[in-house]
């Protein structure tokens, strides 16, 4: 008769969910480009989802998804007028941040993104970002939104205000 061995008693347990504790990247970049291509975006470099690890899961799968936005829309690939409005918006209101912020005119830098209301209303009326049918410019089109999002974070956080 085989010996019957009592379940140990486990004092804790270690989770590693973002590969802090273990080297994990191949398997970590492996899921994050698994979780892009469900929702049509271009997979990410392992070096890059590397770069993305540490202080938690909710953490690695924002960078992942911020990080395939980054870097500016391709103006060829803006194909409606509210687009180009609002690409266009977006570069004067960046001028304008440039020097307000550079003085400490944070009164200034926030009176440059008035410019950004009718452009950036006329787009969300107007315009589909998630088109199904053509993932560049689904892609292009969330770039854009990533650009307003960090010309205002250019300012300040507007995450942490409440209400």
Do not use: Y
Not at 1 to 30: C, Y
Not at 63 to 83: F, H, M, T, Y
Not at 111 to 118: E, S, T
């Amino acid at each position: 008769m085989p010996k019957i061995v009592p379940p140990l008693r486990v004092k804790a347990v270690a989770v590693d969910l973002d590969g802090t504790m273990l080297d994990t990247v191949e398997d970590l970049a492996i899921a994050v480009n698994m979780m892009l291509e469900r929702i049509g975006r271009a997979p990410l470099d392992q070096t890059l989802v590397r770069n993305f690890v540490g202080k938690g899961i909710n953490n690695l799968v924002e960078r992942s998804l911020v990080g395939a936005l980054e870097g500016k829309p391709d103006p060829a690939l803006l194909e409606q007028a509210e687009e180009e409005a609002v690409a266009s918006a977006l570069a004067e209101v960046e001028r304008a941040l440039k020097p307000a912020l550079a003085a400490e005119d944070f009164a200034g830098a926030m009176a440059a993104f008035a410019g950004l209301r009718v452009p950036i209303d006329a787009f969300f009326d107007k315009v589909t970002v998630n088109v199904t049918d053509k993932p560049e410019l689904r892609l292009n089109r969330l770039k854009l939104l990533n650009q307003i999002r960090a010309t205002m974070d250019s300012v300040a956080d507007f995450s942490k205000i409440e209400g």
